[in-house]
Nanobody, 116 residues
Framework: QEQLVESGGGLVQAGESLRLSCTASGSILKFNKMGWFRQAPGQQRELVAR???????SYVDSVKGRFTISRDWAKNTVYLQMNSLKPEDTAVYYCAASITTEWEYWGQGTQVTVSS
């Protein structure tokens, strides 16, 4: 089974930054796309950022200009740099990856909490 492991979550104050990492057990070259989802308490999971093979990137409107997704082939890792964090960014963040068209692989999640 392909394994994705997230790290980098934590507790920060509004306006501060965090960088999340997602490391795969195998090469990320096989993935057509990778992305970051988040789920806040009582809310649906939403796609926050995505990177595809081009590479092309996309972001949910609420994080545009603040978050950046990137990848490191040698480390089999994708990152989510989160700047200017807001309390509404508080959620469990999940790394996901796809070989085809679906999000077939998921990490365990990492908690991000932003205080006012």
């Amino acid at each position: 089974q392909e394994q994705l492991v997230e790290s980098g979550g934590g507790l920060v104050q509004a306006g501060e930054s965090l960088r999340l990492s997602c490391t795969a057990s195998g090469s990320i070259l096989k993935f057509n796309k990778m992305g970051w989802f988040r789920q806040a308490p009582g809310q649906q999971r939403e796609l926050v950022a995505r990177i595809s093979t081009g590479p092309t990137t996309s972001y949910v409107d609420s994080v545009k200009g603040r978050f950046t997704i990137s990848r490191d082939w040698a480390k089999n890792t994708v990152y989510l740099q989160m700047n200017s964090l807001k309390p509404e960014d508080t959620a469990v963040y999940y790394c996901a990856a796809s070989i085809t068209t679906e999000w077939e692989y998921w990490g365990q999640g990492t908690q991000v909490t932003v205080s006012s």
